[in-house]
């Protein structure tokens, strides 16, 4: 699969939500990854919607189509980070998007 | 506790080699898939091999087919990388990444890979 699409930037104010897009996920097995600078990237969504134990439930995920989206709600300052978006159809089927940048005003 | 460690990042001259490890605690390495996904600086995450859990299927992305081997060696729950025909364009930042049920949910810290001469 080709790369996937993610916008370059995002930003929202403390307490907005922001919501990040992923086109081109074919297959379901669509994650999303938050990675601070200079950190390895942590997962924060998979299967689409699911949040895995300790994972804030202000984030949200979602599919449409070939288009994935993370929600993040209730916007803080900590959330400002790099989101991945990942579509997973196996060992030789990875696809990972280009990332956002997402900036808390 | 999960973690992964790798570790063998270093300086390297264009066309050399370099052997990047990855070792897990807290879990057995035989249970999962294993990749690596490498970060350019300043850029993107990028799928680079995986192997399945017993070692025996492997996989490269286009980019570094014939270049580079994926291997692992369960009982000491640790996964290489072999580099090889090292390019410019191989520097950056290794993750080994534990697959589980269709996505990584461990990752490690990272290992940097320095190619110039």
């Known amino acids: 699969q080709s790369a996937l699409t993610q916008p370059p930037s995002a930003s929202g104010s403390p307490g907005q939500s922001v919501t990040i897009s992923c086109t081109g996920t074919s297959w379901y097995h669509v994650s999303w990854y938050q990675q601070h600078p200079g950190k390895a990237p942590k997962l924060m969504i998979y299967?689409?919607?699911n949040r895995p134990s300790g994972v804030s439930d202000r984030f949200s995920g979602s599919k449409s189509g070939n288009t994935a989206s993370l929600t993040i709600s209730g916007l803080q300052a900590e959330d400002e980070a790099d989101y991945y978006c990942t579509s997973y159809g196996g060992s030789n089927s990875v696809a990972f998007g280009g990332g956002t940048k997402l900036t808390v005003l | 506790e999960v973690q992964l460690v790798e570790s063998g990042g270093t300086l390297v001259q264009p066309g050399g080699s370099l052997r990047l490890s990855c070792v897990g605690s807290?879990?057995?390495?035989?249970?999962?898939?294993m990749h690596w996904v490498r970060q350019a600086p300043g850029k993107g995450l990028e799928y680079v091999s995986a192997v399945s859990a017993d070692g025996g299927s492997t996989y490269y992305a286009n980019s570094v087919e014939g270049r580079f081997t994926i291997s692992r060696d369960n009982s000491k729950n640790t996964l290489w990388l072999q580099m090889g025909s090292l390019r410019p364009e191989d520097m950056g930042v290794y993750y080994c990444a534990r697959v589980n049920s269709n996505k990584y949910d461990y990752w490690g810290q990272g290992t940097l890979v320095t190619v110039s001469s």
């Open positions: 807290g879990f057995s390495l035989s249970n999962h898939a």
């Open positions: 299967d689409v919607s």
